[in-house]
């Protein structure tokens, strides 16, 4: 099967008519560019649901082993333009939706994106579906149907504000309503033993209604299998109260129940919702477990074998109740032996944690557990109590070692530390780059790796190029087409080949001439957005990521104002106009990432209207970043900004798509950006700033970040005019928390202490781009080194060694 972008296809029209009247329900002539979004969208939904069944059947029959990847957040973005793809079918809509006198990324644009997911844990969860299917595992993604997803980002006067974001008011054509498949999901109430038999007396139970969405993989018919949840009030219930009457009664236990999968929870939350985010939890891990316990027995009529044909995976802690609740099924529904039990479950799950930042691991009050749980909350205290005693063979009578081992922490309110379940509960725990799995065992998992130093490993992230690189950027994906040929699409390692063109001018003329109009696509979309106008042929310098205090966007910010500064006072030197662009929400109660948002609007202002400045400098803020505002920004960045202080960010996956897309990195020894300087070269990326060890050595040592501030007159001065005001006339005192936290509050994430270093390299940079040839060189070198960056390579390495399935070449 063909993989390049067909333009001699048949036309879809006839198609699409008939899709019209069928589906849509609207005559041709009529049809809005929603209407064609729709008609086209249903073309391509009856063949996805072709290779669906088509694939259950071959799986079904070759009883295959099976991995099941267990998320809270699937980061989906929209559907259309990837399913076209993976069916050889682009050229033909497109074609088609031209005979109405439309063009197809219009109407594409008219989908909503399925946003049911954070950031870049969501998003790789949904590249790695992407790769499951390409690669043709057996696969399954579960999670949960949100009716709200992220929430919509506006900016007003500068500030976030957030909408809710109902991706579902009008029906998405891409879902497949399983009637037949459901699970019940009890919560509350006791638990009664009986000799060695427990019995859970449940006090509420919620139906899970299964709601599939096809994956297609590229260049193969297999697909995978996204299956997410919906809960609805058990039928009985809505009858009790209809009967008697009382409808506001009826509609609000309706609710009750309903609202677990109303919400995707935004990162940092609340403690009032917290109840309700372990209920989201448990309810998609209890409906997961059902599910795959029951196509398991259909297969294999004992649960005896399951380590041997089902692997599931965590997707960080948030389904880690899952260990407890298999082996409840096991032993409490199924009576297996607990020894046993615990042996298949090990066998059964794996972990990748995505996170070390304290505040992110997860852990419940004991008491809201034995609420919420009160049967898992004993399981969970067996394994604890069979795990402590085990660890005290290991080192006798160190109660230190113990304690912090526990799946249970006593300090203040008892509380149950789920990625110590989740370790326990696996056979591999894998970070997700070089440093960040290195760093597991060396800090927050250290005693863990003492006890077992061979589940510990490393699956560095990827990216799937047929999003990020053939849809987001057909300028550039046509050239290599033309160039390499279009195996890189599944072979991503072709991509070296581009070594060889590098020194051809012609080619390097051509790899410019297509970053030029995406940066001009790019430039329209800041236009319509921001009424900003950019010049194309400035240094396009973006940011785009959750906005958090790690991250330094505020760092960012620094280098903007000096460079104002600068500006102002030598105009005439020989500047690099550039263009930095920021993109990002920030969690709707982090104060310090909303205040972050405001200063690079305040700026922005100030900067964009000053006629000393002119395009020698903009500061621009595209709102409500997701999928499809990142697909129109990879493409049109020079230079991609990873800058967190070193050994914070677990990976980076930004890093990853804005270098595949051409773009040269200024970033911290952090994260994936080792591993892609490791890839590139030293002289193909700009690093700056204290590595890791020096970090903690510097906060070991008594940091003072005011004596950096007192001895650089340029940062005193940048911190001044923040503080002074001058970006905040109305009010002065706007930014004075965000200037205190660095001067007095100990600069947590030490931009200070980097602050001259990113300076430096940030010259560095512009001297550079003042040579368009030996820029282009490297540009075109970080494109030719991505290879190892897809996550084809990271789904065969997790398939090969911690899944145990097996995959083609
Ligand atoms: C934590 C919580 C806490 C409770 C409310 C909801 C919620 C949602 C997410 C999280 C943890 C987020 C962790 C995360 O997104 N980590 C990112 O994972 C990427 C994929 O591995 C990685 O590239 C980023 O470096 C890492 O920050």
Redesign the pocket.
């Known amino acids: 099967m063909s993989l390049t972008t067909p333009t001699d296809r048949p036309s879809l029209r006839a198609a699409i008519d008939e899709q019209l009247l069928k589906s849509v329900g609207v005559p041709a002539r009529d049809a809005t560019q929603t209407d064609l979004m729709k008609a086209v969208a249903e073309i391509a939904r009856e063949q996805l649901s072709q290779r669906w069944v088509e694939t259950q059947q071959a799986d079904t029959d070759d009883k295959a082993r099976r991995v099941y990847y267990l998320s809270?957040?699937f980061l989906i973005g929209r559907t259309l333009s990837n399913a076209l793809a993976a069916l050889d079918l682009t050229g033909g809509a497109a074609a088609g939706v031209n005979e109405y006198g439309q063009k197809f990324e219009e109407v594409a644009d008219h989908e909503p994106d399925a946003a049911l997911g954070?950031?870049?844990?969501?998003?790789?969860a949904a590249c790695f579906l992407d790769s499951m299917a390409t690669l043709g595992l057996p696969s399954f993604g579960y999670g949960i149907r949100y009716e709200y997803g992220m929430f919509a980002q506006d900016i007003i006067r500068g500030s976030q504000v957030e909408y809710p974001d109902p991706w579902l008011a009008d029906g998405t054509p891409w879902e497949f309503p399983r009637a037949d498949i459901s699970a019940p999901v009890r919560f509350g109430g006791w638990v009664e033993h009986f000799g060695e038999r427990a019995i859970w007396r449940h006090a509420g139970e919620v139906v899970a209604k299964a709601y599939d969405m096809v994956i297609p993989g590229h260049g193969t018919r297999r697909v995978s299998t996204l299956r997410l949840w919906k809960a609805v009030a058990p039928a009985h219930l809505d009858l009790q109260a209809f009967n008697t009457g009382d409808y506001g009664r009826a509609a609000q236990v309706k609710n009750e129940y309903e609202n677990i999968s109303w919400v995707l929870?935004?990162?940092?939350?609340t403690p009032a919702g917290r109840e309700l985010?372990l209920r989201q939890e448990y309810f998609f891990v209890a409906a997961s477990v059902q599910d795959i316990l029951q196509r398991h027995l259909a297969e294999h009529g004992s649960l005896d074998n399951l380590h041997e044909k089902v692997a599931m995976h965590l997707n960080?802690t948030?389904p880690a109740i899952a260990v407890a609740e298999l082996m409840r099924v096991l032993c409490d529904d199924h009576g297996m032996p607990w020894v046993k039990a615990w042996e298949i479950t090990r066998q059964t799950f794996s972990y990748?944690n995505?996170?070390l930042?304290p505040e992110?691991l997860?852990t419940w009050p004991v008491s809201l557990m034995q609420h919420v749980l009160p049967r898992h909350l004993e399981i969970i205290f067996r394994i604890n109590a069979e795990f402590l005693e085990l660890a005290a063979t290991v080192r006798p009578g160190d109660n230190g070692f113990l304690s912090r081992l526990s799946l249970i922490d006593e300090a203040g309110e008892r509380r149950v530390r789920m990625a110590h379940l989740s370790i326990v509960g696996s056979h591999k725990v894998n970070g997700?780059?070089a440093l960040?799995s290195n760093l597991l065992v060396q800090t927050i998992f250290a005693d863990f790796a003492v006890l077992w130093p061979d589940r510990f490993t490393n699956m560095t992230?990827g990216v799937t190029p047929r999003r990020w690189l053939a849809q987001a950027n057909p300028g550039l994906a046509g050239l290599l087409d033309r160039s390499i040929g279009s195996g890189w699409r599944l072979q991503l390692s072709e991509l070296k080949k581009l070594e060889a063109l590098r020194e051809d001018a012609a080619f390097r003329a051509e790899f410019m001439a297509i970053k030029r109009a995406n940066k001009a696509r790019l430039a329209a979309l800041v236009e319509r957005e921001t009424g900003v106008k950019l010049n194309p042929d400035s240094l396009f310098d973006v940011q785009v990521k959750?906005i958090h205090e790690y991250k330094r966007q505020l760092l960012n910010v620094l280098h903007v104002i000096a460079r104002y500064q600068a500006i102002i006072a030598a105009p005439e030197a020989d500047w690099v106009p550039r263009v930095t662009l920021f993109a990002g929400k920030a969690a709707s109660s982090y104060v310090a990432a909303k205040s972050i948002i405001r200063l690079i609007h305040d700026v922005g202002q100030v900067i964009n209207n000053d006629p000393r400045v002119g395009d020698r400098l903009k500061l621009v803020f595209v709102p409500n970043y997701g999928v499809s505002v990142a697909e129109v920004i990879m493409p049109g960045a020079d230079l991609s900004e990873q800058i967190s202080t070193a050994g914070t960010?677990?990976?980076?996956?930004?890093n990853m798509k804005l270098a595949l897309n051409g773009a040269l990195t200024i970033g911290t020894d952090d994260?994936?950006n080792i591993e892609i300087r490791e890839n590139v070269g030293d002289d193909n990326i700009f690093i700056f700033g204290l590595r890791t060890p020096e970090v903690a050595a510097l906060k070991r040592g008594g940091y003072q970040p005011m004596r950096l501030c007192e001895s650089n007159l340029a940062l005193k001065s940048v911190l001044d005019a923040i503080t002074g005001g001058q970006f905040s006339p109305d009010d002065p005192g706007r930014y004075r928390p965000l200037v205190d936290a660095l001067l007095w509050g100990g600069d947590h994430y030490m931009l200070l202490a980097d602050y001259q270093s990113y300076i430096d390299t940030q010259y560095r940079v512009d001297a550079l781009y003042q040579q368009p040839e030996a820029w282009a060189r490297k540009a075109i070198t970080n494109v030719a080194n991505m290879g190892s960056f897809s996550a084809d390579r990271t789904i065969a390495q997790y398939a090969r060694e911690i899944w145990g399935i097996p995959v083609r070449a």
Not at 118 to 124: E, W
Not at 265 to 269: E, G, I, T
Not at 649 to 654: D, L, N, P
């Open positions: 809270m957040e954070n950031g870049g844990l969501g998003r790789l929870y935004p990162n940092d939350s985010r960080d948030h990748t995505h996170t930042m992110a997860e997700v780059s960040h992230n959750r960010e677990a990976s980076g996956t930004g994260g994936a």
